[in-house]
């Protein structure tokens, strides 16, 4: 089936530890995102990519670090310097940055800091 | 800065009813609207797509409006069933590389 795998579901950091989440689409799409969600607030964009080798800051980007290398891959590192990472990610894709566009998501990740 | 309302934060209806799920964004400069549903601990699954230049979107028992004019659009579902309970997010598109969310209303439909 086609879609969007994100791993690992759920993943523990330490304090001082980068970790990274995977995201995987096999839908051929040119576009990918990633949300994070904390509980009583809307969605908030990371970082996103319009094509293979190419990425922008969103809105909450610091602390955080992607690659872009396959078109299928999109990777997000939560790297020491986000000092309030527990919160659940949301990966995304659309065909690609046309505004017309829907957007679908993947199942999400949980990442907590203990 | 675009801002995305949904009121109420939730809601709860017996089965069978009709209901109406509100959303309101302050910037009317938008290129679409998306209804998403979330299941708890679970991604958002689209339910509708509303371009600018559209008034209205079906599919099934859902249908969305959207009035860009005064910065509003409604989900309306009908017959809600207990498997319809969720929460109900919208996100208006401003440009093409980002969405910007509401905080949802989290409806439980009663058997």
């Known amino acids: 089936d086609g879609g969007i795998t994100q791993s690992p579901k759920y993943l523990f950091r330490k304090e001082g530890q980068n970790v990274t989440l995977s995201c995987e689409q096999n839908?051929?799409?040119?576009?990918m995102y990633w949300y994070r969600q904390d509980p009583g607030q809307g969605l908030r964009l990371i970082y996103y990519?319009?094509?293979?080798?190419?990425?922008q800051k969103g809105d909450i980007a610091e602390g955080y670090s992607v690659s872009r290398e396959k078109k299928e891959s999109f990777p997000l590192t939560v790297t020491s310097a986000q000092k309030n990472p527990t919160a659940f990610y949301l990966c995304?894709?659309?065909?690609?940055?046309?505004?017309?566009?829907?957007?679908?998501f993947g199942e999400g990740s949980w990442l907590t800091v203990v | 800065k675009q801002e995305v309302t949904q009121i109420p934060a939730a809601l709860s209806v017996p089965e069978g009813e009709n209901l109406v799920l509100n959303c309101s964004f302050t910037?009317?400069?938008?290129?679409?609207l998306q209804w998403f549903r979330q299941d708890p601990g679970k991604g958002l699954t689209s339910l509708l797509l509303?371009?600018?230049?559209?008034r209205e979107q079906t599919s099934g028992r859902l249908n969305a409006s959207l009035d860009k004019s005064s910065g509003r659009s409604t989900l309306y579902i009908a017959a809600s069933q207990p498997g319809d309970s969720a929460t109900y997010l919208c996100?208006?598109?401003?440009?093409?590389?980002?969405?910007?969310f509401g905080t949802g209303t989290r409806l439980t439909v009663i058997p």
């Open positions: 910037d009317s400069a938008i290129y679409n």
């Open positions: 995304a894709s659309s065909i690609g940055q046309h505004s017309g566009n829907t957007i679908y």
């Open positions: 990519s319009q094509i293979v080798n190419d990425f």
């Open positions: 996100a208006v598109r401003p440009e093409a590389n980002n969405l910007f």
């Open positions: 509303i371009q600018s230049s559209q």
């Open positions: 839908l051929n799409h040119d576009a």
